[in-house]
């Protein structure tokens, strides 16, 4: 029994002593008032809104509206909901996903919430800004295939988007950068810090929050593999995210292949260091996402586990620091599996998927 309380305490600690270390904008106190109002409770990040488009009710629910709407595509067959949906936390739960008139894509749908602490954007990080991001997917042939110029007018000729255009940007003429900051407002206005792990810093009850083997599934994540972990915390890092959202820690090799077929950050940069690098994904909701990797190559979590345990490529090029610091297999355990699996289920957050502020408004 001591035992277990001393390990809940160790666990507890070291959650606490990295939150205040590597995440400075840690605020306890009531956050920056805006007009939008996000739900949120202590202990979150502080806000990182964007400086040039403050969030107002009308604007976030205009970003909803274009975030729901088919009129975004071509042949208004295709809206961002088509490979972002809220039950899936935002995913499309396909391999890849499919764009306008049944083309394939080569790249896993990315899961959409506390985007505003990102600063780059889809799996090679070729987006530094949510406005930059968002028109991609709008004129890309093989996913919504529609010009701006026709967008702009599609809008100008809708009584209902007229209206919600004035009361969102009073003034304005509706134009890409409108339509940009409107669907920003709206992504960043989505938030997901309600998990069951969220409860661990607030109750000392620890074992009615999160099972044994979820706890222990924690312990192997935030542990060092010298000490016996799985020593997944160096990569998704950045606790409460549970990724990294750092600038210059965020795109990373974790060992999938030994030559590249997508040379994910390399597109970005040009520069050999970054062939097969990608983003380090947020685990939060990891559960409702599958499948997974930059093209979903693995079914379930089972078997990114696996993965993870015995299937690194070790002579991949530009693998990561973290996993060639130590250069060999984890080789964990059944328990140890299932003990991380069970942890990374805490990362669920139920009220997320259901909150009605995310649905579509029509
Ligand atoms: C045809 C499917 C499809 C449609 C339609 C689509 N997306 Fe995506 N989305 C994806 C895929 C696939 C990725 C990852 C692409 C990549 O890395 O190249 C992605 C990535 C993103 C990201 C990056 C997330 C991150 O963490 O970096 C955002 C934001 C996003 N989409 C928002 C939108 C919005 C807003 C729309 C509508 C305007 C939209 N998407 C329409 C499939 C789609
Ligand atoms: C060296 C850095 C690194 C380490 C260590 C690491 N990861 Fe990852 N992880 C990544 C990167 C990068 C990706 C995305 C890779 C891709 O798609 O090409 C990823 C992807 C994932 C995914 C899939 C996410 C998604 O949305 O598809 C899961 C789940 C995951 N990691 C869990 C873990 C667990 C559990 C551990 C510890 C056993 C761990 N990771 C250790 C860097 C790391």
Redesign the pocket.
């Known amino acids: 029994m001591k035992s277990k309380f001393l390990l809940v305490a160790v666990i507890l600690s070291v959650l606490i002593i990295k939150g205040c270390k590597k995440d400075p904008e840690i605020n306890k106190e009531a956050n920056t008032p805006t007009p939008y109002e996000i739900p949120r409770t202590a202990a979150y990040p502080q806000f990182k809104l964007p400086a040039n488009n403050p969030l107002t009710e009308e604007g976030v629910l205009l970003g909803r509206m274009?975030?729901y709407d088919p009129i975004?595509s071509r042949d208004s067959t295709?809206?961002?909901e088509?490979?972002?949906r809220l039950n899936l936390a935002f995913t499309?739960g396909a391999k890849?996903?499919?764009?306008i008139r049944g083309q394939v894509?080569s790249?896993?749908?990315?899961?959409?919430f506390n985007?505003m602490w990102?600063n780059?954007?889809?799996?090679?990080g070729r987006a530094n800004s949510?406005q930059e991001?968002?028109l991609v997917?709008?004129q890309a042939h093989n996913?919504?295939d529609l010009d701006l110029f026709t967008l702009v007018q599609t809008l100008q000729n809708s009584t209902r988007y007229k209206k919600q255009f004035e009361a969102a940007f009073p003034g304005k003429i509706i134009s890409p950068e409108f339509v940009s900051k409107a669907?920003e407002q709206f992504?960043v206005s989505v938030v997901s810090f309600n998990a069951p792990i969220d409860q661990l810093k607030f109750r000392t009850d620890t074992l009615n929050v999160i099972s044994a083997s979820a706890l222990r599934g924690l312990q192997l994540f935030l542990t060092p593999v010298e000490n016996g972990g799985a020593d997944c915390f160096h990569c998704h890092s950045n606790i409460p995210f549970f990724g990294n959202n750092s600038l210059a820690g965020s795109m990373s090799n974790n060992g999938l292949d030994a030559s590249f077929t997508d040379n994910g950050f390399f597109a970005v940069t040009g520069k050999e260091s970054d062939k097969g690098k990608f983003?380090i994904p947020s685990l939060r909701n990891i559960e409702l996402t599958a499948p997974y990797m930059?093209d979903g190559r693995f079914d379930n979590l089972e078997e990114v586990i696996d993965f993870y345990s015995d299937g690194i490529n070790l002579n991949s090029p530009n693998l990561d620091i973290n996993i060639l610091s130590h250069n060999a297999q984890l080789h964990l355990t059944q328990q140890q599996k299932d003990d991380i699996v069970e942890f990374l289920k805490t990362l669920t957050d139920n009220s997320f998927v259901t909150n009605p502020a995310y649905k579509s408004p029509f």
Do not use: T, Y
């Open positions: 274009l975030f975004l295709i809206s961002c088509s490979c972002h499309d890849v996903s499919k764009g894509l790249r896993n749908a990315m899961p959409l985007l990102n780059k954007f889809f799996w090679d949510l991001q968002v997917p709008i996913e919504m669907l992504l983003k930059h």
